[in-house]
């Protein structure tokens, strides 16, 4: 997921000086603004000048590739996310504060993604962040600094409470680094949430990853309820439907463990999880009776909630926001038996940008439909369970994570669903 810090291009700066990337109007008002988190359904989000698809527009012209230029631009019109993972205090909170002031003279709602949590990514291919809590700390208050008073949305730390230090193939024997984990995401939350017009959500993984029970768990315990939500699928491709399906039970959990009858209080692990069958009531983890891409048996977790937790009212659930940066061709499914690690989430071959961004998402739970992942950036070198250095799928060795694939860029923009257009701004 990691992505490398970029410098702004002159075409982005001319793009942006002359709102084509559908920027508007600066926003009214003067002042400092009431405390209002929730994320309005009329939000247009920021454009970020400096993506990589804006440089790639550039390039790809240069050489006198007319259509690929002409698709990057499309891409480049389209908000993305702005992934924050380097700097000192001083040096992010100018980097946020440049957005936020580029962003109110356009009108526009930047979205951030926190991403340098102590031990991050175990010693995967995104591993890194701050050396201790303490510069952690510092460093999230440099973000919020930056932010100050106007509207930002804030996804803290993607994969920071789905991959727990405890889930590392280190293991966490005493427990230390992941009580630690828990302790520095909510310190971000405080500090982020402390901005008066900041919408936060805290990243959970995918529909593939923890049962729906674990990550209610894992959400409470980074003080969810002081958020505005949580954030589902970021660098990930699993399908829309999918998704709100299961956020949806994990909102209906978080619900029934904090609000439902007297003996739930504090059962999270007692709610079905995506992994459930009659024949494994309340199976954890897939590969037991449920295969992991068979989603067939779903039925049975909507008929499990349906008749324990029935219909919650829907101003007292917890809402979330999907990342689409990579799921409009869904998840890919690896041949059957041809990997010993097929590492799905890793680069997967023939994906697709999926649904627009917008905060108009038709659902009641869904703030928002993002790009959170930076399309066009590649996951990491991966080895499908191979001597590597290449990728078999492939036929050469991937970037590292966070290096801009051109290839892979323009795979995913020309496989989009729906198909790739101009943003308007409207």
């Known amino acids: 997921m990691r992505r490398a810090r970029r410098l702004l291009t002159p075409l982005a700066c001319a793009v942006l000086a002359s709102g084509a990337l559908g920027g508007g109007a600066a926003a009214a008002g003067q002042g400092t603004p009431p405390a209002d988190h929730t994320l309005p359904r009329n939000t247009r989000f920021h454009v970020d000048p400096e993506a990589g698809a804006a440089r790639q527009a550039a390039a790809d012209l240069r050489a006198g590739k007319v259509q690929d230029a002409l698709r990057m631009a499309q891409l480049a019109s389209w908000p993305q996310a702005i992934w924050l993972d380097y700097g000192t205090p001083a040096e992010i909170r100018k980097v946020v504060r440049t957005t936020m002031l580029a962003a109110k003279a356009l009108g526009t709602v930047p979205v951030f993604v926190l991403y340098n949590v102590t031990g991050r990514d175990c010693s995967f291919y995104s591993a890194g962040g701050a050396d201790s809590p303490e510069e952690y700390r510092a460093w999230v208050q440099g973000v919020a600094d930056g932010i100050a008073d106007s509207r930002a949305a804030v996804i803290v730390e993607p994969d920071g409470l789905a991959l727990l230090p405890k889930d590392c193939p280190e293991g966490d024997p005493d427990g230390t680094r992941t009580e630690q984990r828990y302790a520095n995401i909510r310190t971000a939350v405080d500090l982020i949430e402390a901005k008066p017009r900041t919408s936060v959500y805290l990243d959970g993984g995918s529909s593939n990853w923890q049962p729906v029970g674990e990550l209610a768990g894992r959400l409470l315990k980074a003080d969810l309820a002081k958020t505005q939500g949580f954030a589902l699928n970021v660098s990930n491709y699993q399908p829309t439907d999918q998704l709100n399906r299961y956020a949806t039970w994990v909102s209906k959990c978080v619900w029934y463990a904090t609000e439902g009858p007297a003996e ?115 996951d990491g070198t991966c080895h499908r369970g191979t001597a590597g250095p290449a990728d078999p799928e492939y036929g050469a060795e991937d970037p590292a994570a966070g290096a801009w694939w051109p290839a892979f860029a323009h795979t995913l923009a020309r496989n989009a669903s729906p198909a790739l257009t101009f943003n308007l701004g409207r």
Request: aromatic fraction near 12%; include cysteine.
């Open 264 to 378: 739930a209080r504090g059962r999270t692990d007692a709610c079905a999880s995506q992994y459930y069958s009659p024949a494994a009531p309340n199976d954890g983890r897939p590969g037991n009776a449920v295969d992991f891409f068979d989603t067939s048996t779903w039925r049975w977790v909507d008929a499990w909630f349906d008749s324990t937790v029935g219909t919650p009212p829907v101003e007292d659930l917890t809402h979330y926001v999907l990342d689409n940066s990579r799921n409009g061709k869904g998840a890919w499914i690896p041949p059957a038996g041809k990997y010993t690690d097929a590492e799905p989430w890793c680069n997967a071959p023939g994906r697709g940008i999926g649904v627009r961004p917008t905060a108009d998402t038709g659902q009641p739970l869904a703030d928002a439909y993002l790009y959170v992942k930076t399309i066009g950036e590649s």
